[in-house]
């Protein structure tokens, strides 16, 4: 699975770089490239980033002032030509910190430091939450109003984010659960769900239609991500779509 990588730096010739490096590195893909760090935002709030590479230096917005007013960052390389905000930058938990002019070694080296956290995180998210798995008896158990819920695979018909919640719907039922899309995403069998949305994964075979960018499950209308849409074709409608 690659990791989906956001650049946003207010110089061309470091975009073009980054862009570079990011092609020659496997397990890396370039989601989007940005001087606005207010268009970064959107993107940030609109699809899945694994990896940000971050200016400091920005007019209008700063990259130290992007990261205080996200509510939620991925991981996170500063890339700047001032050291002296290394300081501040690690008291915002950023992964690395990129001194420009930086080479391919140094930045191999800071994208390796990124996929261990990143790869901590889904190991602390398979092992702890409200959620457990019985895959060979095809259902989950979820914690929710100081109950456990047995949910059968196939009644799910879809799973919609509601930042630190979920919503299951399924076929007669809707039950919220404190638990994230990420740690479902890792969970359940690939085969019978996908994610589709930075807010929703669903239920393969619940789809009977497509129309425009909404898939229709049911009465239910749901948005596919720009960088989900070809895999979610491919997979729901098949190779000849």
Do not use: W
Request: aromatic share 8%; hydrophobic share 40%; with cysteine.
């Amino acid at each position: 699975m690659s990791l989906k990588c956001l650049v946003v730096d207010d110089e061309a010739l470091a975009i073009t770089l980054l862009e570079k490096y990011i092609s020659q590195v496997d397990g890396l893909e370039l989601l989007a490239s940005t001087k606005d760090p207010v268009k970064a935002i959107e993107i940030l709030e609109e699809e899945t980033i694994d990896i940000l590479f971050l200016d400091i230096q920005m007019p209008e917005l700063t990259g130290i002032e992007l990261l205080r007013v996200l509510p939620q960052k991925p991981v996170v390389i500063l890339t700047t030509a001032y050291s002296e905000y290394a300081v501040e930058g690690y008291q915002l938990d950023v992964t690395d910190y990129l001194l420009k002019p930086f080479s391919l070694e140094r930045f191999i080296q800071a994208v390796d430091k990124a996929k261990r956290v990143i790869d901590l995180s889904l190991q602390a998210l398979k092992n702890a939450g409200e959620i457990s798995m019985h895959e060979e008896k095809k259902y989950i158990n979820v914690k929710a109003d100081h109950k456990i819920y047995k949910i059968p695979f196939d009644d799910i018909k879809y799973i919609e984010g509601l930042k630190e919640y979920v919503s299951f719907y399924t076929n007669d039922q809707r039950i919220i659960a404190l638990e994230s899309l990420k740690k479902l995403e890792i969970l359940l069998p690939s085969t019978q769900f996908m994610r589709v949305h930075k807010s929703y994964i669903i239920a393969v075979n619940k789809v009977r239609a497509l129309e425009g960018n909404l898939l229709e499950i049911g009465d239910k209308k749901i948005p596919i991500g720009k960088t989900y849409r070809q895999e979610v074709i491919k997979k729901i409608f098949g190779e000849d779509f």
